[in-house]
Every structure is written in C-alpha cells, then in structure tokens.
C-alpha cells in the first residue's frame, strides 16, 4: 500500500496541501504560545529604583502576619503604619531624615499615571536638573520627561501649577515634584523616610519599634511604588498566555482534525473504486493512517519552525503594547516544540482513523453510491459523542446555577465552558445543517430562476462539505461572541450595581493622597448639602482556620451614608452599622447577622465585631463596611454629597467647588461619577482576548479558505454538468459564490446560538445573584468576523472554480467554451 500511497499523494496534492497547511499552522500555534508560556515563569532580578542612591531607607509595619495551625499566613497591609515618632526623633540625631511621600497626580495633557513626591526625594534615584530650577512655592512644580516645558501652566487636580524644571524620565515613573511643604499638604502621611547614617545605628535606634523595616542595598527595592511588579507581570502574562494558548490550541485541534476528517471523508469514490479493484478494508485504512503520518510528521515538522520565527514577534507585540514588562523575550526552551510537534502528530492521526474506519466498513457500491450525496453525514458514534457532550454541558451549567452560581462569572470558567459547547454543535453539526440550510434558502428557492433552488439542494445534499466549511465560522463567532459578551455583560450588571447603590447627586474626588479635615469643614459647611464621606481601607479574617482571606472595606459614617447610598442587603439593616459592627457579604464563612467575627484592621489591629448586615454576592467583590474608627490612618477619598430638600443644585455645586478651591479635588454629579468610574474588564484580560481571537479569526481565516479551495476543487464534475446543461461560466461562479455565503451564514448561525447558550447561563447565575441587567451580546464584532469570513469564502470558492472552468478543466465532460 506504500506505492499506492505515495501515488495518491501525486493526484490529490490539492486536498493533501490543504490539510498540511491546516495542520502546519495549528501546530505553529501551539509552539508560539508555548513558548510565550514557558518564557513568562521567571523573571529577572530588579534593584531599587527611586532610591537607589539612598544610603538607608527606613519603613513602618507593611504587612500582616497570622499564625494557623499549618504555618504563618502574610498580606501586605492597605493601612501601613507610619514609622513610630519617637524612632524618627532618634534618627534625626544619627543624621538627616528626609520624609517620602508618594500620590496620584492628574494633569492636563500629561502621561496618565503622574505621580507626586516632595522635591527634596529626587535626589535619592537620583534625578538630575536638564532644564530650570529647582520649585521654591507651592504653586511650582518639576516634572519628569518632555511633556512639558519649564514655563508651561499646568492644571491639575490640586489647582493650577507652573513648571520651573524638568528632569529626564527614568523609565519606571512620570514624576511630578513640589515643594516639601506643599507635597505635605497634599499627602500628610508619610510612611517611609531615607536616613543618612550608618546602617548599624540606624537598626539599633529602630530595635524596638515593632515592624519598622531598615532597608539597604538590593532591599531597598521594597521601599518602590511597587516592587513585586515583576512578580505581578508574570502572574498576568501567564493567565493571559495561558487562557490564549487553552483556546488557540482547542481551535487548532478543533480545525485540525475536521479538516482532516473532510478530507478523507471526500474520496468516498476512490475508496470504492479501491475496494472493487480488491483491497481489503484494513489496506484502506492502514493508506489513510500512513497517508496522515507522512502529512501530520513534515507539517508538525514546519509548524515548529514557524513558531520558532512567530514567538519573538508575539513577545514584541506584547511589549509594545505595555502587556508584558520591556524586559521580556522567548526564551531558550525545547518542551514546546515536543508538545506541539507530538500534539499536531496525534491530532492528525485521530482525525482520520474515525473515518478511515467508515471507508473501510462500506462495500464497493454503496461507496460509489454514496460519493454523490451524503445520505447518513452524522454517524451514530459521532451523535452519541456530540449528544453525551451536549448533556454534559447543560448539567455542568444546571449544576453550577444550583450550588454555586458566583462561579459562572470567573474568567476561567467563562473562558472554558464554550469549548464543550462548542464541540457539541459541532459534533451534531451535519444533523443541523440540512434543515437549517433549508430554512435559510427557503426565500431565495421561491425567486424566478433555479439559482436559489440549486443553492438549497446543494448545501443541504452536501451536508459534510457544509458543515467542514462552517466549523471555522462557527467556531470563531462562538468564541468572539461567549469571551467580548462575558465582559461586556459583566461590566454592565457592574455598572447596574454602582448605579443602584449610590443616590448622591454630587461625588468629590480628592487631588493627592485625600481629603483634609480643614477641607471636610468648609464642604460640610456648604448650605444644602449633605456630606457623606468614606475611605478605603481593608480587613482580614481567617477563614477554616488557615486562609487569611483580604476583603476591601470602606470606611463610613453611618448617619450620612444611609441617606447616600442603597446597599443590597440580605440581611439586617445598614443603620445598626456603629464602631462596634460591621456590614460584611454572603461570601464570608461567618454570615449571621449578631454573630461576632475575629478581624484584623486594615493597619493590622485585631478586632471582635458584630455582625450588622449581610449583603448579597452579586457580581463579587462587594467587600465590606466599618465606621472610621475601624480603619484608622486611612485617608478620606470619597465624598457624597446629597441635596437637602428644596436645595438649589447649582447653588450647592458652586459651593462644594469653593470649599474645594484650596486643596484642589474633583466634583462630579452622581451619575457623570458612575461612567466615570464605570467597570470595565482588566486590560490584560481584554488585550488576551482580542489576542485570542484575533489568532482565531487569522487561523480559521486561512483554514476556511483552504478548506473551500479543497472543496471546490473536488467539484470539477459538478461545475462540468452545469455547464452540460446550458449554465454559463458566470451563472456558474454566482452559484458558487451564493453557496459559500450560504454556508458562512450556517456557521455563523450555529456560532451565535452557542454565544447566546453561554451569555444566557451568565445571565441566569446574575439573576441568581440578584443582579438585573440584560445580555451584551457583540454584535457589532460579530458582524465584522462574519463579513470577514464571507469575503474569504466567496474568494476562496470562485477563484478555484473560475480557474477550473477557464482552464477547460470541465474539457472531460464535454464541455466546449
């Protein structure tokens, strides 16, 4: 069967080139991000960046550490404690102190994430002078970069500032420096301070102030903005690789093994011709199998090389668009290419045997019989399969909707649950295609002409030519329909739930660190308002006795706030809210309004409170509520103002900006805070996405013109009787082209029907959740992968079919231009 073999590769190279491009890019696929995957596990070693040219850096209690049962449980502290003022008093006699502060910034037409330091810091990065002077007053500032000019006014959120000095960018902050005095103003905590003394000294005056850290050389990099970045960068870059390589690799396979399964399942012919010359049903599937092993080795082969040339091009994209830190790059690692080499092998393999096993099974005549129509497309182990799936996932999502429905709304399990789904229709696909094929052209049959009847008949008479064509459309608008609609619903019953639990009409947003007490006077002071304000904190509890679970807390006056804001309770009443309570959510294990709870503050006090209310799940995240008492130290970030009766709106709002007008803060109305703020999906989470089905439309692009090239060149027969009956070569092309519209148009439909499957379990469980909002289906994007498919399809059948008919290649069944 060897000779045989090699000579049916010589005949078919059509079909055979098609299958090893299918096949060489999916295993390309899995190679890049592989690599992208291996390369983003270790990362390297960063000094200190702001204070590297600090001698000792001095630094309050950060973290909080709890015994249990199975070891110490840390977190980082939302409040960190200031270093003790009589530690400072024995440093300022070891030798200078400088005290650091760090805040948010926001300038007109200035990078996005500013920051603030007081002047007399910069010299501890160190950075230098390339134009002006140092500020003198409060209302100078120097900054970092060339976004402005020495002379230039700025406006900012903490009033109008002019820029005296610029100094060159250093790469891991845009900086923005005042005066010491008016950066204390603006940030009157400070949690860490450089020392210039000797290391030794300043450990001894420090020796008995619990949890003040003494900082030097390479350790001085924990007293950065954020010094696990590098850690944190690699935790996103793995989810992101991660989740793109999980749906990358199932398209590939999913790709793979139809185009495979399509390909063998098109020489039905040449099996029965092959069975009436003798051979045996093992000869046959043994060439298949041998067939598919010569394709899937030299197209695993060239897939790897092209993942060796693609992944330095994914790691660039990615730096370049701020995904993965500068320092990223593919490594030196050889297990992705194993993987993908022997996953592409084995894919191949699979593809075929199933239906090499049918050709095999079937007598010489019923497989000549059977070449011109597909009487049985969907075989009973093939149903069976994609019903078992079909159950499967109903259940799974039955299941979760009754125990658990907070999990629907995970990203791993909103990223996951298409793809049995998926599979499934998929499966059952060729069941689907003849009715649905009907219904669709069922307009078009009822037009003058057979045009619209031929398109009926033969869609639907070629059912697994149909459906091998609409499983790349219908996997890519699944995927872009299920992942874009997750986040957008999710971020719409978000925005449903900020919107229904504040009734302010005005939000007040500080510049710098928070609101000041002089501040919170003058706004109180305002006729007709009502003020509300709030911070953010966080508390610890220690759940089963050895998690050490961080819930985010805001700290509120109970009075105020109940006239403020709508919380979705469950349970008890948001007014018993006193210094004593605290309103928590159905998430904790401990939930039972009364009920006392063990916890620790957000500056690591241990505190007994008692439970006031309970609040709903909802989307998750809803943290808890405590009265200032409970999160000492943590600045006023948030006011809410409410108009008393009969207040004149305009009259409060001029008022709140003149109380606002010394230290500088932002006031919006309630609802301009509430798209302001309005929850959007983390970026990485989005940019893997688009990652994903970007990589998905390109390689279902691609694998769905080949798949029509195959296709249609394996109709040559076909175009040549339509031709026999007197259609022209243009009326012969229209046909073609409305049959791959046809067949786009299947593939979408079952893709939206499995995309509106998914958003509907995710609408359900946020039903469940008491959380009312609609499903955010992405039509728009789904328009676009549509129209993108049908070029593709229309293309990919008329050119092969118009060079066929301009070739005479119809010359065989007579046919004469």
């Not at 129209?787 to 005479?808: D, K």
């Amino acid at each position: 069967m060897l000779s045989t073999t090699l000579r049916t590769l010589r005949t078919r190279w059509i079909t055979f080139v098609g299958s090893f491009v299918a096949l060489s890019l999916g295993v390309a696929l899995i190679a890049v991000m592989g690599l992208a995957l291996a390369s983003s596990a270790d990362a390297p070693d960063r000094g200190p960046e702001r204070f590297a040219a600090a001698p000792v850096v001095v630094k309050g209690r950060d973290t909080l550490e709890v015994p249990t049962s199975t070891g110490a449980r840390t977190a980082a502290l939302a409040q960190p404690r200031a270093v003790p003022a009589d530690a400072i008093a024995r440093l300022r006699d070891l030798g200078t102190v400088v005290e650091d502060r760090s805040f948010a910034v926001r300038a007109d037409g200035g990078p996005a994430h500013l920051v603030g330091h007081p002047w007399s810091t910069a010299a501890f990065a160190p950075y230098d002078l390339d134009a002006g002077r140092a500020p003198r007053t409060a209302g100078e500032v120097v900054v970092s970069g060339d976004w402005a000019r020495p002379g230039t006014e700025v406006r900012t959120d903490g009033g109008p500032v002019r820029v005296v000095g610029t100094v060159a960018g250093l790469g891991f902050e845009d900086a923005v420096f005042y005066t010491d005095t008016r950066a204390a103003e603006l940030s009157p905590r400070s949690l860490q301070l450089v020392v210039d003394a000797d290391a030794a000294a300043v450990r001894e005056a420090v020796r008995d102030s619990a949890g003040v850290q003494v900082l030097t050389g390479n350790a001085r990099r924990y007293a950065d903005a954020d010094p696990d970045r590098d850690a944190e960068a690699l935790t996103a870059m793995n989810a992101m690789f991660g989740t793109a390589g999980g749906v990358t690799g199932f398209v590939s396979v999913f790709v793979v093994a139809s185009t495979f399964a399509f390909a063998v399942a098109q020489r039905s012919r040449e099996f029965g011709l092959l069975r009436t010359a003798g051979a045996t049903p093992g000869q046959i599937r043994r060439m298949v199998v041998l067939e598919a092993l010569v394709i899937g080795v030299l197209a695993s082969a060239t897939g790897c090389v092209l993942g060796f040339h693609g992944a330095p091009e994914l790691a660039a994209w990615a730096v370049d668009e701020h995904l993965a830190p500068g320092w990223f790059s593919i490594g030196d690692h050889t297990w992705p290419y194993h993987s993908a080499f022997w996953t592409g092998l084995l894919v191949a393999l699979c593809g075929v045997t199933a239906a090499s096993w049918r050709a095999g099974r079937t007598g010489p005549a019923e497989a000549l019989r059977e070449a011109s129509v597909d009487t049985r497309a969907l075989t009973r182990g093939r149903g069976v399969v994609g019903v078992i799936l079909l159950i499967t996932a109903a259940g799974t999502l039955a299941l979760a909707l009754v125990t658990d429905p907070s999990d629907l709304l995970h990203r791993k399990t909103y990223v996951s649950r298409p793809m049995l789904l998926i599979t499934a229709i998929a499966l059952l696909a060729p069941a689907l295609v003849r009715p649905l094929t009907r219904v669709i052209a069922w307009p078009s049959a009822r037009l003058p002409g057979a045009g619209g009847m031929l398109v009926r008949e033969n869609a639907s008479g070629a059912v697994r030519r149909t459906a091998a064509v609409a499983a790349p459309v219908l996997v890519t608008v699944a995927l872009a329909g299920s992942l874009l609609g997750a986040t957008a619903t999710l971020d719409a019953a978000k925005a449903t739930e900020v919107r229904a639990r504040t009734s302010a009409d005005f939000v007040l947003t500080p510049a710098g660190g928070g609101f000041d007490g002089d501040t919170l006077k003058r706004l109180r002071a305002v006729p007709g308002a009502e003020v509300s304000p709030s911070a953010s904190s966080a508390v610890y509890v220690l759940e089963e006795g050895v998690a050490l679970v961080r819930s985010d807390a805001r700290a509120v006056e109970p009075a105020p706030f109940a006239a403020t804001a709508r919380l979705p309770l469950a349970e008890g009443k948001a007014s018993d809210l006193d210094d004593d309570s605290i309103v928590v959510n159905e998430e904790w294990e401990r939930r039972t309004v009364g009920e006392r709870v063990d916890v620790w503050l957000g500056d690591g006090t241990r505190r007994s409170l008692r439970i006031a209310a309970v609040m709903t799940v909802g989307t998750g995240g809803n943290g808890v509520y405590v009265t200032p008492r409970n999160a000492p130290s943590a600045p006023v970030d948030r006011i809410d103002v409410r108009l008393e009766d009969g207040a004149d709106t305009a009259a409060v709002a001029a008022g709140l900006r003149q109380a606002l007008r010394t230290t500088g803060g932002r006031l919006l109305t309630g609802e301009a805070w509430v798209r302001a703020t309005y929850p959007q999906t983390n970026r990485t989470t989005l940019m893997g996405f688009f990652l994903v089905l970007g990589i998905a439309l390109l390689y279902t692009g691609i694998s769905l013109a080949n798949t029509m090239v195959m296709a249609t060149a394996d109709r040559v027969r076909e175009l040549a009787a339509l031709r026999l009956a007197g259609a022209t070569s243009r009326q012969v092309l229209r046909l073609v082209g409305a049959e791959a519209l046809m067949v786009v148009v299947v593939g979408a439909l079952l893709g939206a029907v499995v995309a509106w499957l998914n958003l509907a379990g995710m609408w359900s469980a946020l039903g469940l959740l008491s959380v009312r909002t609609s499903i955010a289906m992405p039509w728009a994007t789904l328009a676009a992968v549509v129209g993108v498919c049908a070029v593709l399809a229309v293309i990919s059948a008329v050119v092969p079919a118009g060079l066929a008919l301009r070739r005479g290649a119809v010359a065989s069944a007579g046919v004469r231009e």
